[in-house]
């Protein structure tokens, strides 16, 4: 067998390598050393407070965490592009009915008093005084004058 034959470069790049060895090791028993004094710490402070302020305080955090839940609910909701009203607002265009179908007729009633009203303010009394004219022809004039006082 042949000797094998160990180069100084060879032996500097070993001696390297333990020096790197050793000093990521250090590394790891100073992080070891300060996670335990913490758990140590901790523990301490485990065992001295009281449980009702254990307590206390985990309620404390519970009510910031759901706080900032609730903020965050509202911020959504007051960023949502769609307005949410009382007002049928699925259909956008005007409700139609033909006549033909009686029993369409109150359904297309409270359609058409959800558009007008959720676009004009006071609609819904001028649709009330329209109402009470039923016997009597609406005339344009007729309108002017009167909703004016509505």
């Known amino acids: 067998m042949a000797a094998a034959t160990i180069t100084q470069e060879m032996w500097e790049a070993v001696q390297r390598q333990i020096a790197s060895h050793n000093e990521h090791l250090g590394v790891v028993n100073q992080q070891l050393s300060n996670t335990h004094i913490h758990v140590e710490a901790l523990m301490a402070e485990v065992t001295k407070t009281d449980p009702l302020e254990i307590a206390v305080s985990m309620l404390e955090d519970l009510r910031k965490e759901t706080k900032a839940k609730i903020d965050l609910a509202v911020e959504i909701m007051t960023q949502s592009e769609r307005h949410r009203t009382l007002i049928d607002d699925k259909h956008k265009s005007r409700p139609t009915f033909d006549g033909m179908d009686p029993k369409k007729v109150i359904l297309w009633c409270f359609k058409f008093k959800n558009l007008v009203c959720g676009k004009y303010p006071n609609a819904e009394d001028v649709l009330d005084w329209a109402k009470i004219q039923h ?16």
Do not use: F, M, W
Request: proline share 0%; hydrophobic share 30%.
């Open 135 to 150: 016997d009597n022809k609406i005339t344009t004039i007729k309108a002017n004058s009167e909703i004016r006082e509505i």
